[in-house]
């Protein structure tokens, strides 16, 4: 049992570490924020630790500051949360500090996860991994607080848009339900996270949509931008969080596809499906995700090869499916 493994080690260590991904999602916030907060409740020595800017619609999360961007190279020894990472690389510029600083954790709940922790507690059948903290915080026994129901409400309902994704499950209603008792106000959270946005992420969504293309023949949509119009607007690249679904959305279309090109040179690709496993699309490329939700980047081209080469792809697995 898993809870049992974490117990005994959380009984011997004093410092903690937790790390989730870069381009933090709200599950990668809400998660590390409410374990953060469960295990300084516990009496614990607690860093909270992402490789990238934590969007401005969480900043009403609680403590939400607190959660620091460089990974000190000599920490003193403790253990290593990783949560929501499918593999190491997710922490960009923190991976080869945080590899080497003690005994690593790893809590998520990828399908593709490639569980590098020294115990890997990797759960897919939950939707997110803050429906995994509710259950660990249950298992341990460690009292859930209205911030921590917050913070994990608020992770639930990003993974699941609003539980309205398949992978919401009963449990993922029932923890849910559990959180609203402790106090969560669920139309806060969801206009934060869903509702509000900046004037230039509308821009970037016009210029997006102008850019829409259907395959022929496969049912393929896809868009993209350039990091250049995001840079015309003052706009950040959180703000495209989601642009993939009015690709995927549209009637009888099957995957949907956004291509972000980078100034760096190189494309980041999010895929969206109906059925179809883009995991494993986005593996061919050297990325991962879930089944439905799943994303790579290009590395070395940023433009129209990119686009042709992923797109060819994917027509190849629609065709092999369809056979
Ligand atoms: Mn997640």
Known sequence: MNSRE???????????YILTHTLPDGDAIGSALAWGAALRHHG?????????????????LPDVSVIEHVFPPAPPPGIIFILDCGDLDRLDYMRDRVIKAGI??????????LHFGDLNIVDTSAAATGEIIYNLMLQLRLPLDFGISMCLYAAIASDTGSFKYGNTTSHTLHAAAALLENG????????????????????LLRDALATLQLDDTLPIAWMNLHEDVLDDYGAKAEE?????NYAKNIHGIEVGIFFYHTSKGETKVGFRSKTVDVSA??????????PRAAGCTIKGQAGPDA????????KDTLVIKSR
């Open 281 to 290: 699309i986005a593996g061919n490329f050297g990325g991962g995700g879930h």
């Open 104 to 113: 690593i954790v790893n809590i998520d709940h990828h399908g593709t996860n």
């Open 240 to 244: 495209l969080e989601g642009f993939v």
């Open 184 to 203: 969560v106000d669920p139309a806060l959270i969801s206009q934060k996270i869903f509702d509000e946005y900046p004037h230039s992420t509308i821009y």
């Open 44 to 60: 614990k020595k607690v860093r909270i630790f992402c490789p990238g800017v934590i969007p401005r619609k969480y900043d009403f």
């Open 6 to 16: 974490l117990s005994d080690l959380l009984s011997k260590h004093e410092n903690i």
């Open 307 to 314: 686009i042709r080469m992923v797109i060819q792809d994917v």
